[in-house]
C-alpha cells in the first residue's frame, strides 16, 4: 500500500469549470507539498501545508491534518493548468510521493 | 522566490561513463538538499539526502557507490552518476530547503540523463 494516494490518476475538464484534485496519506507528516510538473519534467512547487489552507490565485490548497487529507482546487480551469499535480508529504527527513494526477484541460 | 538551478538540463552519454548533475541554490543557504529520479509515466522517488558537510542518506535500494552525491556547500549538491548504463536513463531532479522539518522546498528543474 502506498503511503500517499492521489485522486484521480486522470482527469479532463473544460476550460472555466472547477477542479478538485483529492491526496490522502497514511503516515504522520509535518508537511504536506502540492507540486507541478508541466511536459518536459519541470516542477513547481505551489504549496506547502501543516495546516489549514492556503490560495494562492485561482489555486487553493486544504488539509485535514485528523482525517489526513488535503485536497487542491483550480478554479476557473485554464488550458495553461494542464499539467501533472503531484502530492508529497514529509515526515523528517523522509519524503513520500503520490503517483500523480494528470489533468488536461480543453479549451 | 527561492530558485534552485540544475545543469545540465539534458545530458546524453554512452554506457560506461560517468555523468555529473549540479543542483545550486542560487539565493538562499540549503543545508539539506534532497535528489529524486523519475521513470517515464511515474511519480517522483527520493534516492538521498544531502547535509551540508556530511555524508549522503541514500534511500533502501539506491546503490551508493554509484550515485554519489557531493554536499560541499551550502548552495551546491552534486549527483555523480557512474558507469552510467541504459537504465539509468531517467528524469534527476533535486529539491533545496533552508533546514527544519517544516521548511519549504524549492524544486530545480530536473535533468534528463538518456545512456545510449
Known amino acids: 500500500k502506498n503511503e500517499v494516494e492521489q485522486s484521480p490518476q486522470n482527469l479532463t475538464a473544460q476550460e472555466g469549470e472547477f477542479i478538485t484534485i483529492n491526496c490522502s496519506y497514511s503516515?504522520?507528516?509535518?508537511?504536506l507539498h502540492w507540486l507541478q510538473q508541466h511536459p518536459g519534467g519541470g516542477i513547481v512547487s505551489l504549496f506547502m501545508?501543516?495546516?489549514g489552507k492556503k490560495k494562492h490565485g485561482r489555486l487553493i490548497a486544504t488539509i485535514n491534518i485528523q482525517e489526513k487529507h488535503s485536497s487542491l482546487h483550480i478554479t476557473a480551469s485554464h488550458p495553461r493548468d494542464s499539467a501533472v499535480y503531484i502530492c508529497?508529504?514529509?515526515?523528517?527527513?523522509?519524503?513520500?510521493f503520490g503517483t500523480g494526477t494528470s489533468l488536461t484541460v480543453i479549451p | 522566490g527561492a530558485v534552485v538551478s540544475q545543469h545540465p538540463s539534458w545530458v546524453i552519454c554512452k554506457s560506461g561513463t560517468s555523468v555529473k548533475i549540479e543542483c545550486r541554490s542560487l539565493?538562499?543557504?540549503?543545508?539539506?538538499m534532497f535528489w529524486y529520479r523519475q521513470f517515464p509515466k511515474q511519480s517522483l522517488m527520493l534516492m538521498a539526502t544531502?547535509?551540508?558537510?556530511?555524508?549522503?542518506?541514500?534511500e533502501q535500494g539506491v546503490e551508493k557507490d554509484k550515485f554519489l552525491i557531493n554536499h560541499a556547500s551550502l548552495t551546491l549538491s552534486t549527483l555523480t552518476v557512474t558507469s552510467a548504463h541504459p537504465e539509468d536513463s531517467s528524469f534527476y531532479i533535486c529539491?533545496?530547503?533552508?533546514?527544519?522539518?517544516?521548511?519549504?522546498?524549492?524544486f530545480g528543474p530536473g535533468t534528463r540523463l538518456t545512456v545510449l
Open positions: 544531502s547535509n551540508e558537510g556530511s555524508k549522503a542518506t541514500y
Open positions: 508529497a508529504v514529509r515526515t523528517g527527513n523522509q519524503f513520500y
Open positions: 501545508l501543516s495546516s
Open positions: 539565493d538562499f543557504q540549503a543545508t539539506t
Open positions: 503516515v504522520g507528516i509535518s508537511a
Open positions: 529539491s533545496a530547503g533552508s533546514g527544519g522539518h517544516t521548511d519549504t522546498q524549492y
